[in-house]
T-cell receptor, first 114, second 121 residues
Framework: NAGVTQTPKFRILKIGQSMTLQCTQD?????MYWYRQDPGMGLKLIYY???????DKGEVPNGYNVSRSTTEDFPLRLELAAPSQTSVYFC?????????????FGSGTQLSVL | AQKITQTQPGMFVQEKEAVTLDCTYD???????LFWYKQPSSGEMIFLIY??????QNATEGRYSLNFQKARKSANLVISASQLGDSAMYFC??????????????????FGRGTSLIVHP
């Protein structure tokens, strides 16, 4: 069981470039999330999705876009990369049958924008 | 305002000793869940323990227990008999609400800033 698969693990971008972070889960989870982690700041929610075709902004959505065409996939698009987007990105998923459903995380993507 | 507050940026503990990591939360929702996650230096996020707002007893999972004080809005993680492998970042998180609502981010986990724990031999 692969769980949440996130690619790539590392990436260096130049200012103004674009890229897509891929996220796939094989647990049939309805909720999927993108977080970014900056040193000393914990995890901040970028976007989330409650099911295929439904996405919503989180706390820090500017500079990012998402789509959810299938239950399994939730890619995060960075347009016109900026140094402020240097961070570690985590994709996560959960299935909210009960409130105690924990998040399953991908292994993270370390992104540097230079 | 911060919904989850972890006031200890760093903690040190001797191997085999117990340690408490603090977490306070802010919510007006009567139904919520509290989680603790561990992030070792390798970077992955590992679920440790869950406490529901209506749970009568403190949650326990092996060497981890959650000291839940509802009136004080605190959910401290207690690690007993610390091991060198416990050295990591620890994050407290909260999910509010029982019913799914699309608006307002209800049911979406909010994380604290984390506490770095170092276990000394």
């Amino acid at each position: 069981n692969a769980g949440v698969t996130q690619t790539p693990k590392f990436r260096i971008l130049k200012i103004g470039q674009s890229m897509t972070l891929q996220c796939t889960q094989d647990m049939n989870h309805n909720y999927m999330y993108w977080y970014r982690q900056d040193p000393g700041m914990g995890l901040k929610l970028i976007y989330y999705s409650v099911g295929a075709g439904i996405t919503d902004k989180g706390e820090v959505p500017n500079g990012y876009n998402v789509s959810r065409s299938t239950t399994e996939d939730f890619p995060l698009r960075l347009e016109l990369a900026a140094p402020s987007q240097t961070s570690v990105y985590f994709c996560a998923s959960s299935y909210l049958r009960e409130a105690n459903e924990k998040l399953f995380f991908g292994s993270g993507t370390q992104l540097s924008v230079l | 305002a911060q919904k989850i507050t972890q006031t200890q940026p760093g903690m040190f503990v001797q191997e085999k000793e117990a340690v408490t990591l603090d977490c306070t939360y802010d919510t007006s929702d009567p139904s919520y869940g509290l989680f603790w996650y561990k992030q070792p230096s390798s970077g992955e996020m590992i679920f440790l323990i869950y406490q529901g707002s209506y749970d009568q007893q403190n949650a326990t999972e092996g060497r981890y227990s959650l000291n839940f004080q509802k009136a004080r809005k605190s959910a401290n993680l207690v690690i007993s008999a610390s091991q060198l492998g416990d050295s990591a970042m620890y994050f407290c998180a909260m999910r509010e609400g029982r019913r799914f609502t699309r608006e307002g981010g209800s049911y979406i986990p909010t994380f604290g800033r984390g506490t770095s724990l170092i276990v000394h031999p």
